[in-house]
């Protein structure tokens, strides 16, 4: 209860100050069979401040985390970002197969195409003040583009 008290809280005290105009837009996430128990989530975001992406969560995942794919020696390879930097008036587009994307672990249930995920992403600025953007992201069936 104090917790959500002091997020709605903080999300008043960002809006009314409108420190960073942070976006999230076309979120989507990949779609699971029985028994998987992680996914990748994809989204633009893009800010017209200097701002960092500090914390993901979903009600669906015991775990969400930004991940970054690199290849090394022909082998793609992911390895999760304490946080994710967006330079000021910047556009990060989290792309399946390369960059960086959102991953969810520890999936409560399968999703299924049709299901929409709620993701919160929390990002902080170079004073220190955070601003939460919530968005759902529809899943996408496993092997569509
Ligand atoms: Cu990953």
């Not at 992680?38 to 991940?67: E, F, K, N």
């Not at 082998?75 to 556009?91: N, T």
């Not at 990060?92 to 520890?106: A, C, D, I, N, T």
């Amino acid at each position: 209860m104090g917790g959500c008290a002091a997020l709605a809280a903080l999300w008043l005290a960002c809006s009314q100050a409108a420190i960073a105009h942070v976006t999230v837009s076309n979120p989507w996430v990949r779609g699971t069979i029985e028994g998987q128990t992680a996914t990748g989530a994809y989204m633009t975001l893009a800010s017209d401040t200097a701002v960092r992406l500090i914390a993901v969560s979903s009600p669906v995942a015991a775990r969400c985390s930004v991940h970054e794919m690199t290849m090394s020696a022909n082998v793609m390879r992911m390895r999760s970002l304490d946080s994710l930097p967006l330079a000021a008036g910047s556009r990060v587009q989290m792309r399946e197969g390369s960059g960086e994307h959102v991953m969810l672990e520890g999936l409560a249930h399968p999703l299924q195409a049709g299901e929409t995920v709620p993701l919160k992403l929390t990002f902080i600025d170079s004073q220190g003040k955070q601003q939460i953007v919530q968005v759902q992201a529809p899943v996408h069936p496993l092997g569509a583009p």
